[in-house]
């Protein structure tokens, strides 16, 4: 884990090490706004500066971020799997949407990239599948 400097303010100098933490815990579908919570990381501006200024990491945060698309497929699918019927529904289909909503931003289909108009996810679950 990144330690805080000896003045015991953030830091703001870039590190492979520090990247590598940052898009470890991207990918794992921690929020931008999470991991900078964490006292021993750097401040968001300065994870926006490393954006803007690095390749490097760019690259490396495109891909925690496609990762982190992923990761929230698999969560939707866990929240599916688990339901028992004996849930709220709406409840259930919120958590679900609101996990799709973000990979589709994450991750946006491939004839968005091409221009061609972005592509759209639903859920539909009906009380037939509530008793799944």
């Known amino acids: 884990m990144p330690e805080l400097a000896a003045t015991g303010t953030r830091r703001s100098a870039y590190s492979r090490r520090l990247a590598d933490e940052i898009c470890l815990r991207l990918a794992d579908g921690q929020s931008l706004r999470a991991i900078c919570a964490d006292p021993a990381l750097p401040h968001r501006a ?5 954006l803007r200024d690095n390749p ?3 690259a490396l945060y ?3 971020r496609e990762a982190a ?3 929230l497929a698999e ?3 866990a929240i599916a799997d688990r339901a028992t019927g004996r849930e709220d529904v709406p409840a259930i289909k919120l958590r679900m949407e609101a996990r ?7 991750r946006p289909p491939a004839s968005a990239t091409r221009g061609e108009g972005a592509g759209s996810i639903s859920i539909t679950i009906t009380t037939d599948d509530a008793a799944l």
Do not use: G, H, Y
Not at 46 to 50: A, N, V
Not at 100 to 106: F, G, I, S
């Open 56 to 58: 490097a990491f760019r």
């Open 46 to 50: 300065t994870i926006l500066r490393w």
């Open 75 to 77: 969560e939707i699918i």
């Open 69 to 71: 698309a992923d990761t």
């Open 62 to 64: 495109d891909t925690a």
């Open 100 to 106: 799709m909503w973000v990979a589709t931003r994450l």
